[in-house]
Structure formats: C-alpha cells, structure tokens
C-alpha cells in the first residue's frame, strides 16, 4: 500500500508542477455536491466530471502508465460539432486522474472535431496517434499525432503532424463514411497496416492501407473484410488472440497459433468474428459468416458499443474499453449535466473451443472490494427468494454458480426459438417456466416494485441443453419514459458438467454481467427511484418450478474508485502528507522516479 501511495503522489504532484492540479481542485467541490445530488453517478466505472463522453481512444500502456482517450464535448451534455480528445492516466486501471485535453479542433484538417482513433507504439516506445479529424468541408479524414515530450510517461502535450491529412476519402466513398482509423500492425515485409472503418451501397467495410514509415500512407487494392447489408462500420478493431493460451498478443504478431478478431461497431452494437489472416493475399476469412443478427457473436448483448482493445506489455494480456451510453433522454441528460461512461476494462482471449471470445474484468477491481458476504450450498425451491444481505447493494461484485439437480425435467426448446432476444422478452422475469427464470434481482426495492432480473432458463434439446441468458429491465424504474429493453443471448455451456455461472458487477445505475465465466456479457443502464443508494437491496431468486441449488455465492461491497477531478489526487497529496515533501519535487524532477514507483504496484 505504501508503494501505491507514493506512486499516487508522484503522478499528483508531477500534474501540480504543471499547472494541472488548480484546475482539478477548484472542481472538486462542485463535482462532489453534484455527485451527492446525483443517484445515477457511479462509483467505479470512469465518468468524465461532467458533459458529453463516448468512444475510448488510443489506448496505451507507455511507460508505467494506462493511457485512456476519449470523444468528449467540453460545452454541453449532448454530442455536437467540437468533439475533443479528452485524456485520462492511471496506474492500475481502477483509479484515474484527468489531464488536459490531448486533442482539440485547431486546423482546417480537424477544425470541426477530433473524432475517434487509435494509438500505436513504434519501435523504440515512440508512441503516435491516428485520429478522424472532421475538416472545414465536413470531410472525415485521417490525421498523425506525436507527443511533445516522449520522456513524459503522462504524454500531456500532442503536436499534429504539420502534413496531416495523410489519408483523404478514397474515390467511391462518400465523405461522411470513412473513418475510425485502428492500431497499426506490422508485417514481416517491413510494412505498417491499419483499417478504416467505411460502407458504401449497403456494405460494410474495413478498407486496408499500408505504409512504410507511417507518415505516406497507399490503400490496398481490396478491403480487408466486407460485409453487405449493415449500416456505416464504425470503431474497427483487428487483433490477434491466441489458440493456446489465455495471454495477449501484440497487434503485430503473426504465427500459426493465432487467430485473429475483426470487430466492427453497427446497428447499435458491437459485431466480431473470429477467423484467419492472410497477410500474403491481404484478406480476412471468417470461420462463420456474418449477418449482422442477434444470433451473431457480440461483444456485449446489451448497451456497449464502440469499444476499443489495446495489448497490455506489462501484464501480457489485452484489454477492452467499451462506451455504454444513456437510456434516458436528452432533457435529462441535459439537467443531470453529463452523459455517458466507459464499461469497466475487460481482459479478453480466446475460449478453449476456439469459437468465441471470453471477457472478465481486469483483475485489478479486487482492490475495490471491501465487505464480503458468502453462501454455499443454498436451495431456492420455485417462487423463493433470498436477500444477500449486509452489503451495499448499489455498487457490489457478485459472483453465484447454480446447480440444477433435475435436467431432465426442463422444458422443450420450442425450434422456433431463434432469436434469444425476442425470446427473453416473451419469457421475462415474470413468466415462469419448468427451469427458470433463476438469477440476480439488482438494484431492487424491498418489495420488489422496482427490479432489474438477470436470470438463465434451461431447455431440452435435440441432443444437448440449451442455456438462455436474459437482462429484463421492464420493472428497473417506476419511471415511464426511459428505454427499458430486454436483452438476451444464448449462453454456450453445458449444464450437464459444469455450473451455471454469474458474475454481476453493479454500480448505482449500470449493472454488468457475465455469464458461463464471461461467455457472454450483457450490460444495461437502469434508473430506479426508489432503489438508490442504501435503499438498493439484491436478491438471488428462483420462479420456476423446479428447485435450483447455489452451489457458492460470494458478494463484495465495493469502495469508491478515485477518479479526478471528483476525487482528484490533489486531495490526495494533502491527506497523505505528501505535498510539500521530498517526493513530489522530485517526482515531478524526474518522470523515471515515477515509472520506478509505479512498476512495484
């Protein structure tokens, strides 16, 4: 803990000395007594302070430090021309601190916004940003960003490559359909690759551009990968995942035990298929086709979108960063005076059976956790509930595995069943059924008015059980006029040999949660009014009519994450005693200090 504290200071005081923490002190205490007002802020998922926030960008480890861009609208709750890079840093994805903005609109290649990108570290950890930048002629283009300072591991000042635009809309493309641009991998020919997010007569497209010094920039004969019949391809992302093992991959590496995950953001979601890269013939092929449905691999089935990865060096891992924007409206947004927050980072790799993707949050979010209540072997006879009591149930980590001891008497899978979304709202909480619904009730009210039930039922099969997955948010608030989508997957497991599994992460108006040890993920944004702050309660619940037993249920309240200006690290140095000391100074002297304390967390 002392390491961490003096890792703290270090990045405190090295913002002081550069004009940085005035400005996070004197928001403090106006963004505490709007947070106080505010019963939907969260505790432990990043928010900006106030206003507008979407896509992560340009995510980075360099140097000691996590690197968190985003779009931001610096004058207003609502999304609008002007869209800036805001920019956060961490040790330890958990606790953040704000930075001034890394990008804002100042040239006739940008003038109109700075929209989203990617980061890139080139050989000898030089890092450098792609971004859309939006021109006078409302033109997205592809714009090159370095750092002032490649000695500074917080990368505070960026300068705009004095050529930009490297990359303009090609020809065929409509001007407004060309942007995103990803990380860039290189190739064994000596060459750097990225993709850019297009769509042109009903096709999605990630169109392919090469380079040999990252500044000249040729587009290849060919997209990458298309897909007909969706909407513009936003956010691409390309990576490699392993097939032996659950570490990361550097964008860059290509060997026979890799797969690789082309992603795109459409139709309000996030898409991926799994599949193999020919870097010979430039061309991706899929292992399964892809529609653009519901039955379609997904990152998230509920709210997430937008979502960027970026290969974690220190840990060997890769991390994903998704936006999860509001369910309420525009008025309300504006009064609360904010909109939008990242998904808490997910560690992904590649499942065992080499079908789909596995997501988990980052291991770091156990330093939040705080209280613990444990249950083992609880039987839930049908219509029962059980209060998993003593915690705080508005920003809490569950985690509960269920054994179903009769299989065989679940119900038949009606074949017309096809669409898990569909399904789920057919069959809500409130329907019950042979095995099922069982699961979580969060963010509830005593008596159970307001509600939001994530819950699985079972079905017989030709042949194998089939596991449903649903997110009901119908009774989440008593208020009418909010989106109360039903979401739902189908989960991949066989309950036959293994648990049926739920991990529930909740945090005052988002609840995230993975299934079958993060299989699939679902994520909603729920308002009650009834239901906040220490009124909130939780729940396991079983309303089906045969009995369900929790093997394990473990609950953690979780403690407030500090991230500034709300909790700023200026405050920090001054409970610790560090402001004034012989650390700051020379923290702030010497960035190297800083990464020294920084890698003993």
């Known amino acids: ?275 193999t890269y020919n870097l010979e013939l430039e061309r991706f092929s899929p292992d399964d086709d892809l529609k653009g449905a519901s039955p379609d691999l997904r990152l998230d089935y509920g709210k997430y979108y937008a979502s960027k990865s970026f290969f974690d060096s220190a840990k060997n891992r890769r991390i994903l960063f998704g936006w999860v924007n509001e369910s309420d409206s525009t008025e309300d947004d504006i009064a609360k005076g904010w909109s939008g927050l990242q998904a808490f980072p997910r560690e992904i790799w590649l499942d065992r059976s080499g079908k789909q993707l596995i997501q988990w949050p980052v291991e770091e979010i156990k330093t939040l956790r705080d209280k613990n209540i444990g249950v083992k072997s609880l039987g839930l006879d049908g219509g029962s509930t059980y209060e998993v009591s003593n915690i705080t149930a508005s920003q809490v980590d569950v985690e509960v595995a269920f054994e179903l001891p009769k299989l065989e008497e679940a119900e038949l899978m009606d074949p017309n069943w096809v669409d898990p979304q569909i399904l789920c709202s057919e069959k809500n ?58 979401y739902g997957a189908f989960l991949d497991i066989d309950p036959q040999v293994e648990k049926i599994s739920l991990r529930t992460l909740i945090d005052h108006s988002i609840i995230e949660s993975f299934g079958g040890e993060g299989k699939v993920c679902i994520t909603s944004r729920v308002y009650p009014v009834l239901a906040i702050d220490e009124a909130a309660r939780v729940y396991t619940f079983n309303y089906g009519t045969l009995s369900v037993r929790i093997e394990r249920l473990d609950a953690w309240s979780m403690r407030k994450a500090r991230i500034g200006p709300g909790e700023s690290l200026v405050s920090q140095c001054e409970n610790l005693s560090f402001r004034g000391s012989e650390e700051c100074p020379s923290c702030a002297a010497s960035p190297s200090h800083c990464e020294e304390s920084a890698s003993a967390i």
């Not at 290849?220 to 570490?247: A, G, I, Q, R, Y």
């Not at 991959?249 to 139709?267: E, I, Y």
């Not at 159970?448 to 119908?474: K, P, W």
């Open 1 to 275: 803990m002392a390491t961490l504290f003096l890792a703290i200071a270090c990045l405190c005081c090295a913002l002081l000395s550069c004009g940085i923490g005035a400005e996070l002190e004197g928001s403090q205490s106006r963004s505490i007594a709007a947070a106080r007002e505010q019963p939907y802020r969260t505790s432990y998922h990043f928010q900006s302070p106030r206003n507008w926030l979407n896509d992560p960008n340009g995510l980075m480890y360099y140097k000691g430090v996590y690197h968190l861009f985003y779009q931001y609208n610096p004058h207003s709750a609502l999304f609008s021309n002007g869209i800036v890079w805001a920019h956060s840093v961490s040790y330890d994805l958990v606790n953040w601190v704000h930075l001034n903005h890394a990008l804002e609109p100042s040239e006739p290649f940008d003038v109109k916004s700075c929209w989203s990108g990617s980061a890139t570290i080139l050989p000898g950890s030089r890092p450098v940003i792609l971004y859309t930048g939006i021109d006078a002629n409302y033109r997205q283009v592809q714009n090159l960003a370095i750092p002032k300072n490649e000695s500074d591991p917080f990368l505070q000042e960026w300068v705009k490559f004095s050529q930009n635009p490297i990359i303009v809309p090609p020809i065929g493309i409509e001007p407004d359909n060309f942007r995103d641009p990803t990380t860039a991998w290189w190739g064994p020919d000596g060459k750097w690759r990225i993709i850019v997010g297009s769509w042109r007569d009903n096709i999605g497209m990630a169109i392919l551009y090469q380079s040999d010094d990252f500044f000249h920039w040729s587009k290849s004969e060919h997209p990458l990968f298309t897909l007909s019949n969706t909407s513009m391809w936003e956010c691409p992302d390309f990576f490699p995942v392993s097939t032996d093992s659950t570490n990361g991959m550097d964008t860059s590496t290509l060997n026979p035990s890799t797969k690789h995950v082309m992603k795109a953001s459409f139709n309000s979601h996030d898409y991926y298929v799994l599949g």
């Open 429 to 486: 909480a409130s329907v019950g059924g042979m095995y099922g619904p069982f699961g979580l009730l969060a963010l509830a009210t005593k008596d159970l008015r307001e509600q939001t039930a994530i819950f699985f039922r079972v079905f017989r099969g030709h042949n194998r059980y089939i596991v449903l997955m649903c997110s009901d948010q119908s009774r989440s608030s008593l208020r009418n006029e909010i989106d109360k989508t039903i």
